[in-house]
Nanobody, 122 residues
Framework: QVQLVESGGGLVQAGGSLRLSCAAS????????MGWYRQAPGKQREWVAT???????NYGDSVKGRFTISRDNARNTVYLQMNSLKPENTAVYYC????????????????WGQGTQVTVSS
């Protein structure tokens, strides 16, 4: 069984910063790409950023220059440093990992965390 657990969300004023963490644990054979998504009230889930297992980064246009994704492969953890936060960044942030579990080495599938709330006040 594989679990992804996010942490680091909270309430922050506009212009402030937060750092989200997401740790993967369980029967993991290999983790490929890891990423962050968010879903604001009444909106569809939106991709935020992705980092591959060899460090290639990609960002959504709305967060470029303000958010930084990174990962610690030894800890199976992905981070999202969010700076210059805006009220429109308020959302539930989810991490995702494409990985191969030891229980099925033939399948590469996506796993999701439960989400962490980020609220940015104006």
């Amino acid at each position: 069984q594989v679990q992804l657990v996010e942490s680091g969300g909270g309430l922050v004023q506009a212009g402030g910063s937060l750092r989200l963490s997401c740790a993967a644990s369980g029967s993991i054979f290999r983790i490929n790409a890891m990423g962050w998504y968010r879903q604001a009230p009444g909106k569809q889930r939106e991709w935020v950023a992705t980092i591959t297992n060899n460090g290639i980064l990609n960002y959504g246009d709305s967060v470029k220059g303000r958010f930084t994704i990174s990962r610690d492969n030894a800890r199976n953890t992905v981070y999202l440093q969010m700076n210059s936060l805006k009220p429109e960044n308020t959302a539930v942030y989810y991490c995702s990992a494409g990985l191969v579990a030891t229980t099925n080495l033939l399948r590469d599938r996506d796993y999701w965390g439960q989400g962490t709330q980020v609220t940015v006040s104006s």
